[in-house]
């Protein structure tokens, strides 16, 4: 591989197909959200996955082909730097909010505060948390309780801390060209992945069925479904990308020395096992 030479990529087409996909997606959704059809947001969905695989393809096959020099690496490395840098500000974000609820806006409905004037209007509401008493609470889906940190979400906790623990083994047998190894290490870390987004639906679905946690129950619930629902979306393309890294391993893309694409993934994984200790200890035990 020739090491000095600036890489200048050819035309693509696939960053304004995906642009396209993108924009059909979220247009069709928020058009969804006004009671139209989900016929735009399937389209948007299908170009971009579409597009996605394209374009990575090309890149893959651009790094097969030993077009990449030391400056390209360097660049993916700082770019999946600054882009797991800008998902911990939207983790960031969303925790700010749950912050602000239990921690401010809550407690000035309740009186307490310079602020604490709302309680005038509902004089016997009482400032807990989680909200399973509201003020107006024909307006709402109540909850009968809060979410328990046992069952579920403890055993998940496991499953994702073990994820984290075979993808390192996975990352270690890899420079050691083990491959057998990589490979198997790889796909227990897949199962470990998508075994929790099943418990998560599961958990859902009996948050929904049995406790009456939907997203209408207040704040509690909008809280809890956006916090954990956007994680478990991130944990799902985690296992996307784990699964393409597995494909490639099979075909022996990787390297002991040359393996980046194997080393972001895992990198992102790590991400997503750090933030769920977070939401574990903030939405489920505090």
């Known amino acids: 591989m020739n090491k000095d030479h600036y890489f200048v990529a050819s035309p693509s087409p696939w960053p304004i197909v995906t642009a396209a996909g993108l924009a059909l997606l979220l247009g069709g959704f928020g058009f969804l959200l006004h009671g139209g059809s989900m016929v735009p947001s399937i389209l948007g969905a299908i170009v971009l996955l579409y597009a996605v695989a394209r374009w990575f393809g090309a890149v893959i096959g651009e790094n097969q082909a030993g077009l990449y ?53 509902w004089p016997h509401f009482v400032s807990h948390w989680p909200l399973l008493e509201m003020p107006r609470s024909s307006d709402f889906d109540v909850p009968s309780k809060a979410m328990s940190p046992y069952g579920i979400p403890a055993f998940n906790t496991a499953v994702l801390l073990t994820s984290g623990f075979t993808i390192t083994l996975a990352h270690w047998a890899l420079k050691r060209n083990a491959r057998r190894a990589l490979g198997s290490w790889l796909l227990v870390t897949i199962v470990l992945g998508a075994s929790f987004v099943a418990l998560q639906m599961h958990e859902y679905a009996h948050a929904y069925r049995d406790l009456d946690l939907t997203l209408h129950s207040g704040v509690y619930g909008s809280t809890f479904y956006l916090l954990t629902g956007l994680h478990g979306l991130h944990v799902t393309l985690g296992v996307i990308i784990l699964t393409v890294m597995l494909g490639r391993a099979l075909k022996g893309h990787f390297t002991p020395t040359e393996h980046f694409g194997f080393e972001a993934a895992s990198w992102y994984w790590h991400f997503v096992d750090v933030v769920w200790l977070g939401l574990y200890l903030f939405v489920y035990w505090w």
């Open 69 to 121: 020099s030391d400056q390209v690496n360097r660049s993916f490395r700082i770019g999946m730097g600054w882009f797991i840098f800008s998902e911990v500000m939207l983790f960031a974000a969303f925790f700010g909010a749950l912050f602000y609820v239990r921690e401010l806006a809550v407690p000035w409905l309740g009186g307490e505060g310079a602020k604490g004037v709302a309680h005038l209007l």
